[in-house]
């Protein structure tokens, strides 16, 4: 029989490791040489992986053309709406195929999903590799008995529901005992790759599935360490470890990332969602003496409120977070990526405002803004009717409003969501928002005018192409601080030449005909002495000139601290000095071949009006 493991994935560079974990299980013990189950012949296993933005006539045809016997399809709240429109059709095509589902999205609530899908044999329920392997064993030993509906083989099976009810809860597996799956690195190429190192989670937050596995497995050290090794002997881009708190075992987290930095390939950059509150200084330490980009720390604060945290089981201590997020940052070494959750319980509009600012003031890297999905199973399921919880009855299941909460102020937050990721998130406007946030009460308080800002003038039914975004924050930095304009032209010049070598100057950047001539000179000067860009020897002036930047200010831009003083001044190398606005203050050198890792920005070198090195950053 030949068996088909559907995953419909959010984006190309996804990839979907629990149908590969089925998979690699199901081959190992049925027809590897750790067989459990005796097959006169070893199943035809394959995976087909696509993407939620594929046409739905595409994906029927894929399926069509391999003609399974058996198709079991991975659910989550992602592609849920996709996979129940070809469950529909695919009968239609595949008169004989039997079907099954499997994943979170369809695990609790299996007797209204059979009598909605009669074509649906059965659900697996759980961890599912030992279920996986069952179930092919059924089919393989009884063929067309299983496939004609007889049902009773089926029964003995643990971890599944059928129209007959649930059978047996199936144990836990040794996660040892689970191949590694990522021998041929093909199939995953241009992909994020998911690994897992732990299973479970420690914590009990209501609005998460992981709180109903509340026991935390382990793959033993020695498996770790070598699977890691095969991506660091790869060279793979990026690992995202998928395990719910990876430092919850803080003698598992510790080993690993030692070793990570013990075998360093130069290349490869791991992340980890953790709980930075109860990280230890011996963690911390390890952690700012990684090379920058080999890790990133994703952090799920949530929220801020007591009440709140209370109300969704979560223990954080809010003050030990900000001390590990502020000892992590000195190493300017590690991608901080924090998480708010807007929605949930007892936070009301002006408590998440405030929830918003203190998690600001932390600068992670990326503040992600995201909304409480109430997930069927889920704990805050079961209290949606207490916490007046008006909800999506389709996927994503995202919060409409609460008691605490109006549909008018989800939307408004919605709105800063937008605008937070398309200027704070890009990290494309690092040093014009500090100045901009000067102007307002708060840092929420200045998206959320932004986002006002944003729907008077249309742009969220018309979404700018990147380079207008620039212009775009210009036009609100005069509408809030009209006096500083030609600041804020300068810092956007600063922000955009960081990023990239332009082919042609930013339109609201100042003239710079009558710096023509010094930087030409600089250039010649640089061709000859070879003293501001190591690596450039094998180019002449000219080719310099192109390959770099040389940008004349009239303001510190890159002097943060004299921007946050009062009032408009230039800050001269040696002393503050009245703006003269037609005279440069000094020259930035922009060095697109040497950038930092984390950011991607350019190195700068300060350059003063004589010509003389003041400065190199990045």
């Known amino acids: ?101 499997g994943g979170p999205e369809v695990s609790f609530d299996g007797e209204v999903l059979l009598k909605q899908y009669p074509q649906v044999t059965g659900i697996m329920v759980g961890e599912g590799e030992g279920t996986f392997r069952d179930l092919v064993a059924a089919y393989e030993n009884r063929g067309d008995g299983l496939l004609l509906g007889e049902m009773e083989d089926l029964e003995r099976i643990p971890g599944l529901f059928l129209r007959t009810g649930y059978t047996p809860v199936r144990e836990p597996l040794d996660l040892d005992e689970i191949p590694f799956w990522y021998r041929d690195l ?45 991506f660091l002997d790869h060279k793979v881009p990026q690992v995202k470890l998928v395990d719910r708190t990876f430092n919850c075992n803080h003698e598992h987290a510790l080993e690993i990332w030692k070793y990570l930095r013990d075998h360093d390939n130069g290349v490869t950059n791991f992340h980890f969602e953790i709980a930075a509150d109860i990280l230890r200084e011996e963690e911390i330490t390890l952690l700012n003496s990684l090379r920058p980009g080999l890790a990133q720390l994703e952090i799920g604060v949530q929220t801020i409120q007591p009440m709140t945290l209370e109300a969704i089981n979560r223990r954080m201590d809010l003050n030990r977070l900000e001390q590990v997020v502020a000892s992590l940052q000195k190493g300017h070494n590690i991608h901080l990526h924090l998480d708010l959750i807007a929605g949930l319980p007892y936070e009301d509009y002006d408590s998440f405002g405030c929830s918003f600012d203190r998690v600001y003031a932390m600068a992670p890297e990326q503040l992600q803004l995201g909304f409480l999905k109430v997930l069927k199973g889920s704990p805050m399921e079961e209290k949606a009717a207490e916490y007046g919880l008006a909800y999506l009855d389709e996927p994503p299941y995202e919060v409409l409003y609460t008691k605490w909460l109006s549909y008018e102020q989800v939307r408004r937050l919605k709105a800063v969501e937008e605008v937070l990721e398309l200027y704070y998130n890009s990290g494309q406007y690092t040093h014009t928002l500090p100045v901009l946030e000067q102007v307002f009460s708060s840092p929420f308080r200045m998206y959320e005018q932004m986002a006002a800002y944003f729907q008077e003038k249309g742009y969220f039914l018309n979404s700018p192409a990147r380079a207008h975004r620039y212009r775009i924050l210009l036009d609100f930095c005069q509408a809030y601080d009209g006096e500083r304009l030609p600041l804020y032209r300068e810092l956007l010049t600063y922000d955009m030449y960081l990023r990239e070598n332009l082919k042609s100057r930013p339109i609201f950047a100042r003239s710079i005909d009558g710096e023509k001539q010094f930087i030409q000179d600089f250039y010649r000067r640089e061709q000859q002495m070879r003293q501001y860009l190591p690596g450039y020897e094998a180019y002449d002036w000219k080719q310099m000139s192109k390959m770099t930047h040389l940008e004349p200010f009239t303001y510190p831009v890159w002097d943060r601290e004299a921007l946050s003083r009062t009032g408009i001044v230039r800050v001269g190398m040696m002393k503050e000095e009245p703006a003269q606005e037609d005279r440069p203050l000094g020259y930035l050198l922009f060095d697109y071949q040497s950038r930092n890792p984390l950011n991607y920005e350019a190195s700068v070198t300060l350059i003063g009006t004589d010509g003389r090195q003041y400065e190199r950053k990045g």
């Open 1 to 101: 029989m030949n068996y088909l493991l559907v995953a419909v994935n959010a984006k190309y560079i996804h990839s979907n490791p629990a149908v590969h974990s089925l998979r690699a299980y199901a081959e190992k013990y049925l027809c590897g040489k750790e067989r459990t189950v005796y097959l006169e012949n070893a199943p035809s296993i394959d995976i087909a992986e696509y993407t939620i933005n594929q046409d739905k006539q595409e994906i029927l045809e894929d399926i069509w053309r391999r003609k399974p016997n058996l198709v079991g399809f991975s659910c989550y709240i992602w592609n849920w709406r996709i996979i129940r429109e070809l469950l529909a059709e695919l009968p239609k095509l595949l008169p004989h195929t039997v079907l099954w589902l």
């Open 186 to 230: 093909e199939p995953f190429a241009n992909r994020i790759l998911y690994y897992e190192s732990s299973r479970g989670c420690p914590y009990r937050c209501s609005y998460c599935l992981s709180a109903i596995d509340k026991q935390v497995r382990l793959r033993s050290m020695e498996r770790v360490k070598e699977e890691l090794q095969f």
